[in-house]
C-alpha cells in the first residue's frame, strides 16, 4: 500500500494550526493521525475541512501529489478556487514593484510641483496623523484583519509552542531591535542629535498596521501575526514613554524637556489598529457563521484588493507630503537611509535564518522575521511631530522610515517566497 510520504517524497505534516485538524483522513471509516497517515483511494475528507484549507493543502504539496495520495482532498472548488488565487498571486507579484515606484514617482511629483500639497495633506490631522494617511491605513488594514480565523485563535494559545513562540517575538521587538536601532544610529550619526533621536524613536514603534500586508503577500501565518499584533499593540500603551525616556533622554542625553507621553501611543494604536479590529471582528462574526460560502467565496475576493489600493494611496500621500521637505534635505535623508537599510537587513535575515534553524516551519519563520523587521511608522511621525514639531529633524528621520521600509520589505516578500522551495523547513513540535 502506497503512503502520502512515498508518493509524494514529502513528509506529510499538518497545514493547520488548528489541533481538532490533526486527522485529516479516514480510511474505511477509522480516523488517522497525519504523521502516521496511509491515503488511499478510499480517504475521505473530513466534513470539517473547509475550502480555504483544502487549498492550503494544494498549495503546499502540489494538486498532482494529492490527487494521487489524497484524491478526495481536491474539490472542483478547491482547484478552481487555488488556480484563480495563483493567477491572481502571479499578477500581484509581477506588478507590485511597478505599482509602489509609480505610487512613489507620484507622490514626489505632486510634493515637489503641485503648490501647497505638505500644507493641504498636513493641515487636518487625527491622532497627530494626516487625515489622508490615517484614511488609507484603514482601507489597508480591514481587508486582512477580516480574513483572521478569530474563532479559531484560541486554539492557537492553547498549542504547546505558542508560549514559545510569543516569548521569542517580545524578546526580538523590544530588546533586540530597538538595542540594535540605537546602537546603529549612534554608529551612522554622532554629530547629528535631532536625526539620531528620531531615528531611535523608530526603532521603538513596533509595526501594528503594515506588517499584515507584508506577512499576507509572503504567505506567512495570518493568525499568528494577529496575536503578534495584538500583544506588541499592548505593550506599546506600556512601553512606549518609558523607553523613549530611558533611550532618548538618558542614554542619548537629549533634552529632558521632551518627554512623550502614554496618551500618545495609546490613541494611535486605538486608532490604527483598533478601528479596523474592530470593524473587521464584527464582519466576520456577523456574516461568516451565517453565509460561511458568501463570506469565503464573494466577500472576501470582493474586498481584498482595498488591502492593495490602501498601501499604493498611503504611499502616494505619504512620498506627496513629504516630498519638499525630502528634496530640501537630501543629504539628512541620505544619512538616516543608510543605517535605516543596515537595520532592516540585519534584523530581518538574522531572524529569518535563527527561526528556520531553530525548527520552525515556513509560515512562523516568515511571520517572526516580518514582525520584526516592520516598524509603527505612523505612531514614530506622530510622536516626532507632537513632541518636537512637525517640520523638526526629527520628524524628518521618522518620515525617512517608511520611504526607506516600504520598498526594501517589498524585497524582503519576493526574497522569502522565492528562497522558501530551496530550503529544508521543519515543523515546529
Not at 102 to 128: C, E, R
Request: neutral net charge; glycine residues 4%.
Amino acid at each position: 500500500m502506497q503512503t502520502a510520504h512515498s508518493l509524494c517524497s514529502k513528509s506529510f505534516e499538518s497545514p493547520f494550526s488548528n489541533p481538532s485538524h490533526v486527522s485529516l483522513c479516514t480510511s474505511a471509516g477509522y480516523k488517522m493521525d497525519y504523521s502516521s497517515i496511509d491515503c488511499t483511494e478510499r480517504t475521505q475528507l473530513l466534513s470539517d475541512i473547509s475550502e480555504n484549507e483544502k487549498s492550503e493543502i494544494v498549495e503546499r504539496y502540489g494538486a498532482d501529489c494529492i490527487r494521487r495520495c489524497c484524491p478526495r482532498l481536491i474539490s472542483d472548488d478547491a482547484d478552481n478556487e487555488k488556480s484563480l488565487n495563483k493567477i491572481g498571486l502571479s499578477i500581484m507579484d509581477w506588478l507590485l514593484p511597478v505599482w509602489i515606484i509609480v505610487a512613489i514617482a507620484l507622490g514626489l511629483i505632486l510634493g515637489n510641483f503641485v503648490p501647497n500639497t505638505h500644507a493641504v495633506l498636513t493641515n487636518v490631522k487625527f491622532v497627530n496623523v494626516s487625515i489622508p494617511i490615517a484614511i488609507g491605513l484603514l482601507v489597508m488594514m480591514y481587508p486582512i484583519l477580516c480574513r483572521i480565523r478569530y474563532e479559531e485563535l484560541h486554539h492557537i494559545v492553547r498549542q504547546k509552542s505558542f508560549l514559545v513562540n510569543m516569548l521569542q517575538s517580545v524578546v526580538i521587538n523590544w530588546v533586540i531591535a530597538p538595542l540594535l536601532m540605537l546602537g546603529l544610529a549612534w554608529a551612522f550619526l554622532p554629530d547629528r542629535r535631532e536625526l539620531r533621536d528620531g531615528l531611535i524613536i523608530v526603532g521603538l514603534g513596533r509595526c501594528i498596521a503594515m506588517v499584515n500586508v507584508w506577512v499576507q503577500l509572503s504567505s506567512g501565518d495570518a493568525d499568528l501575526c494577529a496575536i503578534i499584533v495584538a500583544v506588541n499593540s499592548i505593550l506599546q500603551i506600556v512601553l512606549i514613554s518609558p523607553m523613549s525616556l530611558l533611550f532618548v533622554n538618558v542614554i542619548s542625553h537629549s533634552d529632558t524637556a521632551h518627554k512623550i507621553s502614554y496618551d500618545l501611543g495609546a490613541k494611535s494604536v486605538g486608532v490604527f489598529l483598533g478601528i479596523p479590529f474592530g470593524a473587521a471582528l464584527l464582519t466576520r462574526l456577523a456574516i461568516r457563521p451565517i453565509w460561511p460560502s458568501f463570506y469565503d467565496k464573494k466577500l472576501m475576493p470582493t474586498i481584498a484588493p482595498l488591502t492593495l489600493i490602501g498601501l499604493l494611496f498611503t504611499i502616494i500621500i505619504l512620498f506627496a507630503s513629504q516630498g519638499q521637505e525630502v528634496a530640501q534635505n537630501i543629504v539628512s535623508v541620505v544619512r538616516v537611509a543608510a543605517p535605516l537599510v543596515v537595520y532592516f537587513l540585519v534584523i530581518f535575515l538574522a531572524t529569518f535564518f535563527a527561526f528556520m534553524k531553530l525548527g520552525h516551519d515556513y509560515p512562523r519563520t516568515c511571520t517572526q522575521s516580518f514582525t520584526a523587521a516592520s516598524n509603527n511608522f505612523e505612531l514614530a511621525i506622530a510622536v516626532c511631530a507632537s513632541v518636537y514639531g512637525i517640520d523638526s529633524q526629527q520628524a524628518l528621520a521618522a518620515t525617512v522610515g517608511p520611504l526607506v521600509e516600504v520598498p526594501v520589505l517589498v524585497i524582503f516578500v519576493y526574497f522569502a517566497r522565492f528562497i522558501r522551495p530551496r530550503l529544508s523547513w521543519k515543523r515546529l513540535a
